[in-house]
């Protein structure tokens, strides 16, 4: 099982550049999510999407712009690369125990995007 | 708020025991703990959903105490493997607005020894 696949695992920026980071999914799950993890710190969430055609900003949005097409993929784009967006990217999608509501989402991780910006 | 954790950093000896605390602020819906290997993605641990609940899963396990602001994580007998670091998360969602967060605590470096 692939389970969630995040491409690509490394790159390398230069200010002002863009790109799309691409996470796709084989579990039919509603939910995705992309996180950023800086040094020493935990995961932020940037932005969500609780299912095809929906998206919804997290914690720290400013910079980043996402799209769900499909059910199966979430994309993250980066318009302007700045150096403060370097960091370690993580999608994760998610799916109900029981009845929508808090607390019932376990999360599924790919294995992380690399991302340095010059 | 993001929750926090305590230690911010343990070292062990394999065999040897550790308790990790996550404390909010807040009552919250549920705990769900994560742990994270070096240049890898989080994986989920176990989630834990009512006060008062308790949690096992081989040797580790996690309480969640009556009024759901704190949880702590047990790791019993550690071994080289449970090296890494440890997030307990939270997340809350209003379903009439919308709106969604999931925080995830300030984490915890485990490091055990041979």
């Known amino acids: 099982n692939a389970g969630v696949t995040q491409t690509p695992k490394f790159r390398v920026l230069k200010t002002g550049q863009s790109m799309t980071l691409l996470c796709a999914q084989d579990?039919?799950?509603?939910?995705m999510y992309w996180y950023r993890q800086d040094p020493g710190m935990g995961l932020r969430l940037i932005h969500y999407?609780?299912?095809?055609?929906?998206?919804a900003k997290g914690e720290v949005p400013d910079g980043y712009n996402v799209s769900r097409l499909k059910k199966q993929n979430f994309l993250l784009g980066l318009e302007s690369a700045a150096p403060s967006q370097t960091s370690v990217y993580f999608c994760?999608?998610?799916?109900?125990?029981?009845?929508?509501?808090?607390?019932?989402?376990?999360?599924?991780f790919g294995a992380g995007t690399r991302l340095s910006v010059l | 708020q993001q929750p926090v954790q305590s230690p911010q950093a343990v070292i062990l000896r394999e065999g040897e025991d550790a308790v990790i605390n996550c404390s909010s602020s807040?009552?919250?819906?549920?705990v769900h703990w994560y742990r994270q290997k070096h240049g890898e993605a989080p994986v989920f641990l176990m989630i834990?959903?009512?006060?008062?609940e308790q949690k096992g899963h081989d040797k580790i396990s996690a309480s969640f105490n009556e009024k759901k602001q704190q949880s702590s994580l047990y790791l019993t007998a550690s071994q080289l493997s449970y090296s890494g670091t440890y997030f307990c998360?939270?997340?809350?969602?209003?379903?009439?607005?919308?709106?969604?967060?999931?925080?995830f605590g300030t984490g915890t470096r485990l490091k055990v020894l041979a």
């Open positions: 994760a999608s998610s799916y109900f125990l029981d009845q929508p509501q808090a607390g019932q989402t376990i999360q599924y």
């Open positions: 579990m039919n799950h509603e939910y």
């Open positions: 999407s609780v299912g095809e055609g929906t998206t």
């Open positions: 807040k009552a919250l819906y549920s």
């Open positions: 834990l959903l009512k006060g008062g």
């Open positions: 998360g939270t997340e809350s969602w209003v379903w009439t607005s919308g709106t969604y967060k999931y925080i």
